[in-house]
């Protein structure tokens, strides 16, 4: 005959039952499903991610001209897929800093960035921030970024007049 104090340690035992296990199996399954999805789709991202900080290095450049009272150059190279910063005119493919470098935030080296795999420049704009902020030549800059050549992921605009870039 059983006692209550053997049926409590019986029934006691810890652990999961099968439907609990299977439960979590399949809530597992489905939250990795969605997940990899968007790690293994990661072009748009990349391409996204280049674009905003290809936004930040040219209005650094633009900051960093008025903060200096110097001419920063941005060269964008459509073949190369880079871009560079420096405070004189150098060749359209960033191949070397002309003597001048402009640093990149916080250290020391030269603020280059390479566009990843299928990320492209529309053209290979080369213009400078005067001292008072303003491009030069005077006029309106379009930078715009492609994916694949084709599908446009945003287009940088420096205006005229103030050298505002959006």
């Known amino acids: 005959m059983r006692t209550l104090a053997h049926s409590r340690t019986l029934y006691s035992a810890r652990g999961f039952t099968m439907v609990e296990l299977i439960l979590v199996m399949v809530i597992f399954g489905i939250l990795s499903a969605i997940a990899m999805?968007?790690?293994?789709?990661?072009?748009?991202?990349?391409?996204r991610g280049f674009f905003d900080q290809t936004l930040s290095m040219v209005r650094y450049a633009q900051k960093l001209a008025i903060a200096q009272r110097r001419t920063v150059w941005v060269q964008a190279s459509q073949t190369g897929r880079i871009i560079c910063l420096t405070y004189v005119q150098v060749n359209v493919d960033c191949q070397n800093d002309?003597?001048?470098?402009?640093?990149?935030?916080?250290?020391?080296?030269?603020?280059v960035k390479t566009a990843p795999t299928d990320i492209s420049f529309g053209s290979s704009p080369v213009f400078a921030f005067n001292p008072l902020g303003q491009p030069s030549p005077n006029a309106a800059v379009n930078l715009t970024l492609y994916q694949g050549g084709s599908t446009s992921i945003g287009n940088i605009k420096i205006e005229a007049e103030t050298g505002y870039v959006h």
């Not at 999805?37 to 391409?47: H, K, L, P, Q, Y």
């Not at 002309?98 to 603020?111: K, L, N, S």
């Open 37 to 47: 999805s968007r790690f293994t789709a990661r072009v748009e991202f990349d391409g």
């Open 98 to 111: 002309g003597g001048a470098p402009v640093p990149t935030p916080g250290e020391q080296t030269w603020f």
